[in-house]
């Protein structure tokens, strides 16, 4: 087979291939033998007839497509043979001119784009300064307070502001039940503003035993089915609780469980020193971020189209299954949020080539400053993880299988980021 290579760009070559003629024909016949297999003749058992009889009974342009299947990957494999390109995506195959005895196919490969690296060194950083106020720890003892919260069945059978109500609803528009708007024995907490505003504000007041009517309005951007109607809710209440928030006090403190707390004010250093810590570790992370982004930004280098819009599909059917993993299918799901596929496609592309150009630079400077992942820094990974869930390290190789470079890869980000953090500076 005759090769030519023409670089289009960067990181873009085609390759075009002219096979040679009696290799091209080889292929035909192996395609013919292999449909042939499949083939009944009358006067013969299935796959047995002759192949020059066989043949007569296979049609030229399906044996001309399996033919091609069998050559195509043999071609790209002598591509790869003579020319070690670092391909990241499927190549794209066109035949240009294809006969009985002629074959000449055109490959076109993205490779790994040439990166022209700025500084990535001696670069300062400043960290957002962590402060933990008075009202960061009183944000803190609310919500501790909440979560400690005693509920139980309310005496005198009337909603309040803050109430668990147990109740049947079915909604109407127009006077006809609407698809969703049936429940039985659903638990509401009053104020929580989970249903539609206005809902929860009219079950104040009500009773235990009460059959009744609420009148609302969907708002706007709501499904399409039901966005800007008016709509009715029979109602029935079936029980009340309520939830009695503790004094933020001493006894707090102790019913908390922490650990050297006994008290309300070693309780506030306690939450004053925890949220320290993780408002320590944003601060290091965004600061992080910052110094990738100015290093990237300083880099020159450009991402192939296919690339981009390839990984831009898989993030977007990543993002489709899990919306409708949640039980909401995708369409209502644009409609609520007043999205389109092609908006929610252009916001993961704009995050896909953000992470593609780090992606590349990052390993520029790996490969630069030769930043490699040893067999050993694996298996030192992998002993870690076993140690952490308390398994094995045969375990673990079992449970990744052939995900085994997921280790890998997150031992060759540590060692990367390790290394920039050492030569630059994040105050």
Not at 53 to 61: G, T
Not at 337 to 351: A, S, Y
Request: charge should be negative; charged fraction near 35%.
């Amino acid at each position: 087979m005759k090769i030519s290579i023409n670089k289009v760009s960067d990181a873009i070559v085609e390759a075009k291939i002219e096979f040679d003629p009696k290799e091209w024909v080889a292929a035909q016949e192996k395609a013919y033998k292999k449909l042939s297999e499949e083939i009944e003749v009358k006067g013969f058992r299935k796959g047995a007839a002759p192949l020059n009889i066989a043949k007569k009974h296979i049609e030229p342009a399906k044996a001309m497509t399996e033919a091609l299947d069998i050559i195509i990957p043999t071609g790209f494999e002598e591509i790869q043979k003579q020319n070690k390109f670092e391909i990241l995506v499927r190549p794209n195959v066109n035949v240009d001119e294809v006969s009985a005895e002629k074959l000449i196919v055109t490959y076109t490969l993205t490779s790994r784009p040439n990166v022209k690296l700025g500084i990535y060194k001696d670069i300062e950083i400043s960290k957002h300064e962590v402060v933990v106020n008075d009202e960061d720890i009183d944000r803190e003892l609310q919500n501790l307070a909440k979560n400690l919260a005693v509920v139980g069945p309310k005496e005198d059978d009337i909603v309040a502001n803050g109430d668990i109500v147990n109740f049947d609803f079915e909604g109407y528009t127009d006077g006809v039940a609407f698809e969703g708007g049936k429940a039985e024995k659903y638990e509401l907490e009053i104020g929580s503003n989970m249903f539609v505003p206005g809902f929860e504000e009219q079950l104040i007041g009500k009773k235990v035993g009460q059959k009744c009517e609420i009148a609302v309005k969907f708002p706007d951007n709501y499904v399409k089915e039901l966005a800007g109607k008016n709509a009715t809710f029979k109602i029935l209440i079936h029980s009340i609780k309520s939830k009695t928030i503790p004094a933020i006090d001493d006894d707090l403190a102790k019913d908390a469980q922490m650990e050297g707390v006994d008290n309300l004010d070693q309780l506030k250093e306690k939450i004053k020193a925890d949220l320290f810590a993780k408002k320590s570790v944003e601060a290091d992370k965004l600061g992080f971020n910052l110094l990738i982004e100015q290093i990237v930004s300083k880099s020159e280098l450009t991402i192939p189209n296919t690339l981009i819009e390839n990984d831009t599909q898989a993030g977007f059917e990543r993002f489709k299954k899990d919306v409708e993993g949640k039980g909401i299918p995708f369409d209502k799901y644009c409609e609520v949020t007043g999205m389109t596929e092609d908006k929610v496609k252009e916001n993961i592309k704009t995050d896909v080539e953000k992470n593609l150009r780090a992606v590349f630079v990052l390993s520029e400077i790996a490969k630069e400053n030769e930043i490699k992942v040893l067999d050993a820094d694996i298996e030192e990974e992998i002993k870690k993880i076993a140690d952490q869930y308390k398994m094995t390290a045969e375990d673990v190789k079992k449970a990744f299988g052939n995900r085994i470079n997921e280790i890998a890869n997150q031992v060759f980000s540590r060692k990367v980021n390790d290394y920039l953090r050492s030569v630059n500076k994040l105050s």
